[in-house]
């Protein structure tokens, strides 16, 4: 009797020194998970991505910082950014975003926010304007998916893809995977998919095309008989 007695004071005793720890320990998990995750800050920085001493990309950023992972650098404000090719060529230059995360193993770069970007043509000036909300570069695929409210600009034209749009860095070639719009002064153009050689300055159209031509009054009889059906 004397010894059940004891083994119900003793857990009695342990309830009552864990129910009053409890306050101290939800105050302590409380005040960690408030705690600021960031390690390291730098303001005004160039971040540079290697793979086997080549370089895979280079961004400017107005602040950095770091985290509990030495790998997941988190940047804001990126000013001018490059993704390179197999080469070493730029294949995407004047990179600007809101807020970009970078991973060193892996070797990935996401931008988020407010996306423009200039996809290069060779030794051309006739580089094509991208605007987005997000992109993603995986260096173990060399590819670069860019979506959200997808537009590229020429001064010829603006290309508007339904989903998102995938970049071949090593080859310099985009792909269209779903329906898109083209549209330019007196055009439009619609199809299903789209592949389109950036150094080339062509494109190749598949599925479903169907071209469409702005009417206009005013046709002379100078026109020829054929151009003005067309139209």
Same mark, same amino acid.
């Given at each position: 009797?004397?010894?059940?007695?004891?083994?119900?004071?003793?857990?009695?005793?342990?309830?009552?020194?864990?129910?009053?720890?409890?306050?101290?320990?939800?105050?302590?998990?409380?005040?960690?998970?408030?705690?600021?995750?960031?390690?390291?800050?730098?303001?005004?920085?160039? #971040? /540079?991505?290697? =793979?086997?001493? %080549?370089?895979?990309?280079?961004? *400017?950023?107005? @602040?950095?910082?770091?985290?509990?992972?030495?790998?997941?650098?988190?940047?804001?404000?990126?000013?001018?950014?490059?993704?390179?090719?197999?080469?070493?060529?730029?294949?995407?230059?004047?990179l600007k975003a809101k807020h970009v995360k970078v991973n060193s193993?892996?070797?990935?770069?996401?931008?988020?926010?407010?996306?423009?970007?200039?996809?290069?043509?060779?030794?051309?000036?006739?580089?094509?304007?991208?605007?987005?909300?997000?992109?993603?570069?995986?260096?173990?695929?060399?590819?670069?998916?860019?979506?959200?409210?997808?537009?590229?600009?020429?001064?010829?034209?603006? #290309? /508007?893809?339904? =989903?998102?749009? %995938?970049?071949?860095?090593?080859? *310099?070639?985009? @792909?269209?995977?779903?329906?898109?719009?083209?549209?330019?002064?007196?055009?439009?153009?619609?199809?299903?998919?789209?592949?389109?050689?950036?150094?080339?300055?062509?494109?190749?159209?598949?599925?479903?095309?169907?071209?469409?031509?702005?009417?206009?009054?005013?046709?002379?009889?100078?026109?020829?008989?054929?151009?003005?059906?067309?139209?």
């Amino acid at each position: 009797m004397n010894k059940t007695f004891r083994i119900i004071i003793f857990l009695v005793f342990i309830a009552l020194i864990i129910l009053f720890l409890t306050p101290f320990f939800s105050k302590a998990e409380f005040e960690e998970s408030q705690e600021n995750p960031k390690k390291i800050e730098i303001k005004g920085s160039q #971040i /540079f991505g290697y =793979d086997k001493k %080549e370089k895979i990309w280079e961004v *400017n950023v107005d @602040y950095v910082w770091t985290g509990r992972s030495k790998f997941l650098f988190r940047a804001e404000n990126l000013t001018l950014g490059r993704l390179f090719g197999s080469k070493g060529q730029v294949v995407v230059d004047d990179l600007k975003a809101k807020h970009v995360k970078v991973n060193s193993r892996s070797k990935t770069l996401f931008a988020f926010n407010n996306i423009s970007a200039a996809f290069i043509r060779g030794d051309t000036n006739k580089n094509i304007v991208v605007e987005a909300n997000e992109l993603k570069y995986y260096n173990i695929s060399k590819r670069t998916y860019i979506k959200h409210n997808v537009i590229l600009k020429q001064a010829e034209y603006s #290309i /508007f893809p339904s =989903d998102q749009l %995938e970049l071949d860095n090593s080859r *310099n070639i985009a @792909y269209i995977n779903s329906p898109f719009v083209i549209t330019s002064t007196d055009l439009e153009v619609t199809a299903n998919r789209m592949v389109i050689n950036i150094d080339n300055d062509e494109a190749e159209l598949y599925k479903n095309i169907q071209i469409k031509r702005t009417a206009k009054t005013g046709l002379t009889e100078d026109y020829d008989l054929r151009e003005r059906i067309l139209r």
